[in-house]
């Protein structure tokens, strides 16, 4: 799967990226470029997720952070949320 067309970006989504430091910022628009050309770039590191979160995937912004999405057909993309590992929670 590659090529996504479109993200569609939650509220929670936007909350959350509203509150990450400006430099986690600037590099989460580098990945989502990268994303938006192939979502299993392996320097994205995506990987389904477990448990109560088990509908969804993740990729990494860097060591700390990353997003929270969901497939919704081939093109199309939701991001949930953003933030550090404890988003999980």
Same mark, same amino acid.
């Given at each position: 799967?590659?090529?996504?067309k479109k993200v569609i970006y939650s509220p929670t989504f936007k909350k959350s990226y509203k509150k990450l430091p400006k430099s986690v910022k600037f590099l989460a628009e =580098?990945?989502?470029k990268v994303f938006r050309e192939n979502p299993f770039d392996k320097r994205l590191k995506t990987h389904k997720?477990?448990?109560?979160? =088990?509908?969804?995937?993740?990729?990494?912004?860097n060591e700390e952070y990353r997003i929270i999405f969901e497939f919704i057909d081939e093109k199309t993309v939701y991001f949930h949320t953003t933030g550090k590992h404890d988003i999980y929670k």
């Amino acid at each position: 799967m590659a090529d996504v067309k479109k993200v569609i970006y939650s509220p929670t989504f936007k909350k959350s990226y509203k509150k990450l430091p400006k430099s986690v910022k600037f590099l989460a628009e =580098k990945k989502e470029k990268v994303f938006r050309e192939n979502p299993f770039d392996k320097r994205l590191k995506t990987h389904k997720l477990h448990g109560r979160l =088990k509908d969804y995937l993740s990729f990494s912004i860097n060591e700390e952070y990353r997003i929270i999405f969901e497939f919704i057909d081939e093109k199309t993309v939701y991001f949930h949320t953003t933030g550090k590992h404890d988003i999980y929670k």
